[in-house]
Every structure is written in structure tokens, then in C-alpha cells.
């Protein structure tokens, strides 16, 4: 495939895949995007959560000479200085639900809209956005987490929603909703404890996994919400 590719986010998963691309796609040119460089060679200084930020990347992808074909959203949150995934009701605060629906909701479909002038018509066009198994309401078993479930389940309903819309303006474009299993990266590091060891993916195992994923979908398979086995996890 020739033409760009945007990996956003450069934490584990998002440098990961960024660098397999680089390694397997030889007419693609991979930039990855974050807030923090790290040694991935095409870097563009990116905020998913920051207007400005959103605004210069749509600059910069109108001034890039190739086509845009990919986007792979890989940012996200559970965890930060004071957001703390919840164990019960009682730790509920408004700003740490704001704080985890900026992020994990509302950032990935402002970058969806940033980027819907550059779909090009008659090409394939792969948007893929990675989302979270515990954001399956059907799938919850165990409750708690409620911030972190609930705003990558309002990710899946807003792509849901825009996947039906796309699919009528650009018959070529594909959405997936990915769920990566449980990859070790910061995000994870503090929970890791409870997951075997043969169940606790490398960042190189989870990248391989869902950039082929990614590769296998068709247009009809739109919408989809894939765990990385390609199974579909329920809604
Ligand atoms: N790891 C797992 O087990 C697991 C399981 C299920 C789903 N996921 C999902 O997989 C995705 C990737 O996570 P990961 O495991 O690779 O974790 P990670 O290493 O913590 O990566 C997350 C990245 O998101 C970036 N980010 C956060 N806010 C941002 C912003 N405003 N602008 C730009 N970048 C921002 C972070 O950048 P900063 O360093 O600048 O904050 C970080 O690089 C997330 O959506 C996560 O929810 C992960």
C-alpha cells in the first residue's frame, strides 16, 4: 500500500506498531504522533486531547505529499497521578470520569473528525482505534473500573455510530474497534500481578497480532469491535 500511515499515541502498543510498519511496509510512510519523542525515526509532536494540536495535524496532513490511507489510534488511559481505575461506587469522582472520557472517548473520534477531509474516496482506507475489552458492557462480569469501561464503551458506540455514516460517504474505509489482550506496557504494569504469565503479551506480540487484523478486514466488516484473536467481543 502506498501512501501515509499515522500511528498516534507512543506508548508501548502505538511504538510498537509504528515500527512493525515501518519493518513490513515498504511504500508506506509511518509517522508515529505523540506528546513524547522517543527513538521511532518521523515523529510529529501530537495532543489528541488539545484543539490546537488537532488543528496542526490536519495542517500537516494536508501538506504531506502522499495520500493518507491509515490511522491507528493507540493513545489511552486508565491510570495516572490521580485517576485511579475504581473498585467500587465510593471512589467515584466527576473528574476522573471527565479525565477518562476525554481520553479514551472523546480524543479519538475529534481525531476521526480531523481526519475525514483526507479519505480518499476510490482507495482503501483503514481507521482503526484501540479500545478495550472491559469497555464490552455485554462481556462485564466483574464490575468496578467504572470510568475506564465505561468511556471505551462510549468510544465503541461513537465509532459505531461514525463506521454507519463513513460507510455511506466512503465505501472503502474500515473501522475496527481493537482489543489488544492484556499487553505489557505502563498502562498495564500495576495490574499485571493477576495475569498469568502466558496471558501477559509482549508489545511485539500484540502489535504483530492486530496490525494483521487490521490488514485482513474488508469493507463490509466495518464497525467491527475485534479482540486480538479476531473474535468479535459483544457490545
Ligand atoms: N496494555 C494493555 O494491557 C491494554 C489492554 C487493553 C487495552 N489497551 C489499550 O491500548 C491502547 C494503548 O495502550 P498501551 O498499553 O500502549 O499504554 P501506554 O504505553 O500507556 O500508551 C498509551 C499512550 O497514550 C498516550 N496519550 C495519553 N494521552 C495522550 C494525549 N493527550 N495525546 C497524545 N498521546 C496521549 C500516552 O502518552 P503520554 O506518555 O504522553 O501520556 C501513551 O504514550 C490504549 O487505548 C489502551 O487503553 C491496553
Redesign the pocket.
Known sequence: MNGLALV?????????IAEKLFSTENELDVIL????KNNFLNFWE?????DN?LENLKNKIHDYPKDLRIVI??????H?EKLIPEKRLQHLEKENLLESF???AI?PILLAKTVEEFIPKDSSFNFA??????GSIGDNKTGGWYS?RAA?SAQNQLFKSLSIEWSRKFPHAIITL???????????KP?QRFVPENK??S?EK?SNLLLNLIKQQKATDTGKFLAWDGSIIPW
Do not use: M
Not at 501530537?46 to 488539545?50: K, R, Y
Not at 489510534?73 to 486508565?78: D, E, S, V
Not at 482505534?129 to 472491559?134: G, K
Open positions: 498516534i499515541g507512543s506508548g508501548g502498543i502505538g511504538t510498537q504522533c505523540g506528546r513524547k501530537f495532543d489528541i486531547e488539545n494540536s489510534n493507540a493513545t489511552g488511559r486508565l495516572s476525554s481520553i479514551n480524543a482505534s484501540i479500545s478495550a475489552r472491559v475506564y471505551k481493537l482489543h489488544p489482550g492484556t499487553v505489557n506496557t505502563n498502562l498495564s495490574f501477559l503479551f508489545t500484540a
